[in-house]
């Protein structure tokens, strides 16, 4: 799912940088939800790759908002790549929600 070519600070980093230049421009997530969720994921998984599981559970939560209403094939499975990534975190009582709430 996360590509980042094993560099995933740097990959953090230009996701988080692309948020905040299309936020700066006046982008809102909500007129391209399925673009903002793709993002989100993939910024969510590169958390889960750098062992920030709360900053990954933020993304991922806001992913989610994004998709409903939203008939996606690639969120979905961008979605299903990123529970599988938390699923090796899901003794921590806030994955483990965020796991049965989307399951």
Not at 34 to 59: E, F, M, P, Q
Not at 73 to 100: C, I, M, N, Q
């Amino acid at each position: 799912m996360t590509q980042h070519l094993g560099r995933p600070t740097e990959a953090l980093a230009h996701y988080e940088a692309l948020a905040a230049g299309h936020r700066a421009e006046g982008h809102d997530g909500r007129a391209y939800p399925r673009a903002a969720a793709l993002r989100l994921t993939r910024t969510a998984g590169v958390h889960v790759d750098v062992g920030d599981i709360d900053g990954a559970l933020g993304s991922a939560r806001e992913a989610v908002e994004h998709l409903g209403g939203v008939s996606s094939a690639r969120g979905t499975s961008s979605l299903a790549d990123l529970r599988a990534k938390l699923v090796a975190h899901r003794e921590a009582p806030l994955v483990r929600d965020f796991l049965e709430q989307t399951a």
